[in-house]
Protein backbone atom coordinates (compact mmCIF):
# COMPACT_ATOMS: atom_id res chain seq x y z
CA UNK A 1 0.00 0.00 0.00
CA UNK A 2 1.72 3.37 -0.93
CA UNK A 3 1.63 6.10 1.68
CA UNK A 4 -0.87 9.06 1.37
CA UNK A 5 0.55 12.48 0.57
CA UNK A 6 0.59 15.26 2.49
CA UNK A 7 -0.27 18.65 1.24
CA UNK A 8 3.20 19.59 0.38
CA UNK A 9 3.81 16.82 -1.71
CA UNK A 10 5.66 14.34 0.16
CA UNK A 11 4.77 11.47 1.63
CA UNK A 12 2.86 10.56 4.89
CA UNK A 13 4.86 10.12 7.43
CA UNK A 14 2.46 9.04 10.76
CA UNK A 15 5.09 9.24 13.28
CA UNK A 16 6.47 12.46 12.56
CA UNK A 17 2.97 13.90 12.09
CA UNK A 18 2.20 13.08 15.76
CA UNK A 19 5.48 13.94 17.00
CA UNK A 20 4.60 17.89 15.35
CA UNK A 21 1.41 17.71 16.42
CA UNK A 22 2.27 16.83 20.34
CA UNK A 23 5.21 20.17 19.48
CA UNK A 24 2.86 22.55 18.20
CA UNK A 25 0.08 21.53 21.42
CA UNK A 26 2.49 21.33 24.08
CA UNK A 27 3.91 25.23 22.85
CA UNK A 28 0.30 26.38 22.66
CA UNK A 29 -0.91 25.01 25.82
CA UNK A 30 2.52 27.23 27.43
CA UNK A 31 1.26 30.25 25.52
CA UNK A 32 -2.37 29.98 26.72
CA UNK A 33 -1.34 29.55 30.01
CA UNK A 34 1.32 31.99 29.60
CA UNK A 35 -2.32 34.79 28.48
CA UNK A 36 -4.23 33.81 30.91
CA UNK A 37 -1.84 34.67 33.75
CA UNK A 38 -1.48 37.92 31.86
CA UNK A 39 -5.20 38.43 31.73
CA UNK A 40 -5.86 37.08 35.32
CA UNK A 41 -3.02 37.52 37.65
CA UNK A 42 -1.52 40.58 36.47
CA UNK A 43 -3.80 43.10 34.73
CA UNK A 44 -6.27 43.30 38.22
CA UNK A 45 -2.88 44.73 39.77
CA UNK A 46 -1.68 46.73 37.08
CA UNK A 47 -5.67 47.94 36.52
CA UNK A 48 -5.66 49.16 39.79
CA UNK A 49 -2.63 50.75 40.24
CA UNK A 50 -3.70 52.80 37.00
CA UNK A 51 -6.94 53.39 38.65
CA UNK A 52 -5.06 54.96 42.48
CA UNK A 53 -2.72 56.64 40.56
CA UNK A 54 -5.41 58.21 38.52
CA UNK A 55 -7.15 59.27 41.54
CA UNK A 56 -3.98 60.37 43.67
CA UNK A 57 -4.05 63.88 44.87
CA UNK A 58 -0.52 66.56 45.73
CA UNK A 59 0.84 65.71 48.70
CA UNK A 60 -0.48 67.75 51.73
CA UNK A 61 1.30 67.56 55.25
CA UNK A 62 3.07 63.93 55.96
CA UNK A 63 3.25 62.37 52.54
CA UNK A 64 0.97 59.39 52.28
CA UNK A 65 1.45 55.97 50.13
CA UNK A 66 -1.37 57.49 47.42
CA UNK A 67 -0.36 60.68 46.98
CA UNK A 68 2.18 63.11 44.68
CA UNK A 69 5.17 64.30 45.85
CA UNK A 70 7.49 66.79 43.74
CA UNK A 71 11.36 66.79 44.66
CA UNK A 72 14.53 68.44 42.80
CA UNK A 73 17.27 66.61 41.52
CA UNK A 74 20.62 67.45 39.69
CA UNK A 75 21.24 65.30 36.70
CA UNK A 76 24.47 62.59 37.15
CA UNK A 77 24.56 60.63 33.87
CA UNK A 78 22.57 60.62 30.98
CA UNK A 79 22.53 57.02 29.46
CA UNK A 80 20.68 56.77 25.52
CA UNK A 81 22.11 53.72 24.45
CA UNK A 82 21.01 53.47 20.57
CA UNK A 83 19.85 49.94 19.14
CA UNK A 84 16.33 47.87 19.32
CA UNK A 85 15.29 49.05 22.96
CA UNK A 86 15.19 52.71 22.41
CA UNK A 87 15.51 53.01 26.07
CA UNK A 88 16.76 55.91 28.28
CA UNK A 89 18.43 56.02 31.96
CA UNK A 90 19.21 58.70 34.12
CA UNK A 91 21.19 58.99 37.23
CA UNK A 92 19.55 62.00 39.45
CA UNK A 93 21.16 63.59 42.63
CA UNK A 94 19.07 65.11 45.60
CA UNK A 95 19.99 67.65 47.89
CA UNK A 96 20.16 65.40 50.51
CA UNK A 97 22.71 62.83 48.57
CA UNK A 98 20.25 60.38 47.67
CA UNK A 99 20.22 59.06 44.38
CA UNK A 100 17.91 56.91 41.79
CA UNK A 101 18.06 55.78 38.46
CA UNK A 102 14.80 56.09 36.77
CA UNK A 103 14.70 54.47 33.17
CA UNK A 104 12.50 55.20 30.09
CA UNK A 105 10.67 53.73 27.57
CA UNK A 106 11.86 55.40 24.60
CA UNK A 107 14.10 58.37 23.72
CA UNK A 108 12.15 61.86 23.81
CA UNK A 109 12.75 65.24 23.74
CA UNK A 110 13.66 65.61 26.84
CA UNK A 111 16.39 62.70 26.96
CA UNK A 112 17.48 64.23 23.91
CA UNK A 113 18.12 67.36 25.65
CA UNK A 114 18.93 66.99 29.16
CA UNK A 115 23.24 66.72 30.40
CA UNK A 116 25.18 66.31 33.45
CA UNK A 117 24.86 68.95 36.09
CA UNK A 118 20.92 70.13 34.86
CA UNK A 119 18.46 70.66 37.50
CA UNK A 120 15.30 69.01 37.13
CA UNK A 121 11.90 68.22 38.75
CA UNK A 122 10.62 64.46 39.55
CA UNK A 123 6.93 63.80 40.35
CA UNK A 124 7.41 60.52 43.07
CA UNK A 125 4.10 58.36 43.56
CA UNK A 126 4.80 55.46 45.92
CA UNK A 127 8.21 56.18 46.01
CA UNK A 128 9.35 55.93 42.58
CA UNK A 129 9.50 58.20 40.23
CA UNK A 130 7.37 59.03 37.64
CA UNK A 131 7.77 62.07 35.88
CA UNK A 132 11.02 63.90 35.08
CA UNK A 133 10.93 67.32 34.10
CA UNK A 134 12.52 70.29 33.60
CA UNK A 135 11.73 74.17 32.62
CA UNK A 136 10.35 73.06 28.92
CA UNK A 137 8.80 69.55 29.54
CA UNK A 138 9.47 66.31 30.81
CA UNK A 139 9.11 62.54 30.32
CA UNK A 140 7.10 59.30 31.78
CA UNK A 141 9.46 56.87 33.11
CA UNK A 142 8.57 53.76 32.64
CA UNK A 143 7.48 52.80 36.24
CA UNK A 144 4.63 55.62 35.34
CA UNK A 145 1.32 53.10 35.93
CA UNK A 146 -1.05 54.61 33.12
CA UNK A 147 -0.96 52.48 30.08
CA UNK A 148 0.42 48.87 31.72
CA UNK A 149 -3.06 47.90 31.36
CA UNK A 150 -3.68 48.66 27.78
CA UNK A 151 -0.43 46.66 27.01
CA UNK A 152 -1.16 43.27 30.23
CA UNK A 153 -5.05 43.12 28.38
CA UNK A 154 -3.13 43.56 24.12
CA UNK A 155 -0.54 41.41 25.18
CA UNK A 156 -2.41 38.54 27.31
CA UNK A 157 -5.25 38.68 24.40
CA UNK A 158 -3.23 37.82 21.56
CA UNK A 159 -1.02 35.37 24.16
CA UNK A 160 -4.27 33.49 24.44
CA UNK A 161 -5.60 33.77 20.44
CA UNK A 162 -2.26 32.35 19.69
CA UNK A 163 -1.93 29.54 22.21
CA UNK A 164 -5.72 28.51 21.51
CA UNK A 165 -5.41 28.52 17.84
CA UNK A 166 -1.90 26.45 18.34
CA UNK A 167 -3.68 23.41 20.50
CA UNK A 168 -7.29 23.59 18.65
CA UNK A 169 -4.93 22.93 15.55
CA UNK A 170 -2.98 20.04 17.03
CA UNK A 171 -6.16 18.44 17.84
CA UNK A 172 -7.56 19.02 14.93
CA UNK A 173 -4.69 17.11 13.23
CA UNK A 174 -4.59 14.47 15.81
CA UNK A 175 -7.91 13.55 15.51
CA UNK A 176 -7.72 13.37 11.50
CA UNK A 177 -4.33 12.94 10.74
CA UNK A 178 -4.96 11.87 6.90
CA UNK A 179 -7.28 14.30 5.74
CA UNK A 180 -5.41 17.63 7.65
CA UNK A 181 -2.17 16.07 6.36
CA UNK A 182 -3.95 16.52 2.80
CA UNK A 183 -5.32 20.14 3.53
CA UNK A 184 -6.49 22.22 6.28
CA UNK A 185 -10.03 21.98 6.97
CA UNK A 186 -12.64 24.82 6.80
CA UNK A 187 -12.32 25.05 10.67
CA UNK A 188 -9.13 25.66 10.99
CA UNK A 189 -8.69 28.26 8.48
CA UNK A 190 -11.70 29.60 9.69
CA UNK A 191 -10.07 29.69 13.23
CA UNK A 192 -6.77 30.96 11.81
CA UNK A 193 -8.30 34.14 10.54
CA UNK A 194 -10.40 35.39 13.26
CA UNK A 195 -7.45 34.76 15.77
CA UNK A 196 -5.09 36.82 13.46
CA UNK A 197 -7.57 39.65 13.12
CA UNK A 198 -8.48 39.94 16.54
CA UNK A 199 -4.77 39.72 17.40
CA UNK A 200 -4.37 42.44 14.84
CA UNK A 201 -7.13 44.42 16.23
CA UNK A 202 -6.01 44.39 20.05
CA UNK A 203 -2.54 45.66 19.05
CA UNK A 204 -3.85 48.43 16.81
CA UNK A 205 -6.28 49.52 19.56
CA UNK A 206 -3.77 49.99 22.31
CA UNK A 207 -1.70 51.64 20.58
CA UNK A 208 -4.48 54.41 19.10
CA UNK A 209 -6.10 54.55 22.68
CA UNK A 210 -2.55 54.95 24.32
CA UNK A 211 -1.91 57.87 22.32
CA UNK A 212 -5.07 59.66 22.99
CA UNK A 213 -4.55 59.00 26.46
CA UNK A 214 -7.57 56.72 27.11
CA UNK A 215 -7.82 53.49 29.17
CA UNK A 216 -8.76 50.34 29.77
CA UNK A 217 -12.50 50.87 30.08
CA UNK A 218 -12.53 52.44 26.91
CA UNK A 219 -10.09 48.95 25.38
CA UNK A 220 -12.96 46.85 26.74
CA UNK A 221 -15.71 48.97 25.55
CA UNK A 222 -14.71 48.02 21.83
CA UNK A 223 -12.81 44.83 22.05
CA UNK A 224 -15.96 43.17 23.74
CA UNK A 225 -18.32 43.60 19.99
CA UNK A 226 -15.68 42.18 17.96
CA UNK A 227 -14.26 39.53 19.84
CA UNK A 228 -18.66 38.81 19.98
CA UNK A 229 -18.27 39.22 15.76
CA UNK A 230 -15.08 36.42 15.94
CA UNK A 231 -16.84 33.84 18.05
CA UNK A 232 -20.14 33.98 15.91
CA UNK A 233 -18.18 33.96 13.03
CA UNK A 234 -16.81 30.36 13.82
CA UNK A 235 -19.40 29.23 15.51
CA UNK A 236 -22.44 30.13 12.76
CA UNK A 237 -23.65 26.92 10.53
CA UNK A 238 -21.67 27.02 7.18
CA UNK A 239 -23.86 25.27 4.59
CA UNK A 240 -21.69 23.07 2.22
CA UNK A 241 -20.54 23.60 -1.15
CA UNK A 242 -22.52 22.31 -3.97
CA UNK A 243 -20.35 19.31 -5.10
CA UNK A 244 -18.36 18.49 -1.89
CA UNK A 245 -18.12 15.74 -0.45
CA UNK A 246 -16.94 13.95 2.94
CA UNK A 247 -14.73 11.18 1.55
CA UNK A 248 -14.46 9.61 5.00
CA UNK A 249 -16.96 10.00 8.12
CA UNK A 250 -15.68 12.57 10.62
CA UNK A 251 -12.94 13.50 7.87
CA UNK A 252 -13.40 17.45 6.20
CA UNK A 253 -12.53 17.92 2.72
Given at each position: ???????????????????QNAT??????????????????????????????????????PETR????????????????????????????????????????????????????????????????????????????????????????????????????????????????????????????????????????????????????????????????????????????????????????????
Amino acid sequence: MTQAASRHGKPYDPRRRRLQNATVGLAGLVVLLVGVVLLIGVLPTVAAEERAFLAASACRGPETRNCLRTASFTVETVALPRGKSESGRVRVVSPQGGDAHPQFNGIGPFLERIRAGDRVTATLWRGRIVVLADDEGGQRTAAHPVGDPLFCAAFGITLVLAGGLGTYAAWRWTRHPESSARRHPAALVRATWTATLLGVYAFALMAVLHDRGLHLGSFLTLWTPACCAGLTYLVWPRRATPGTRHVARGHEI
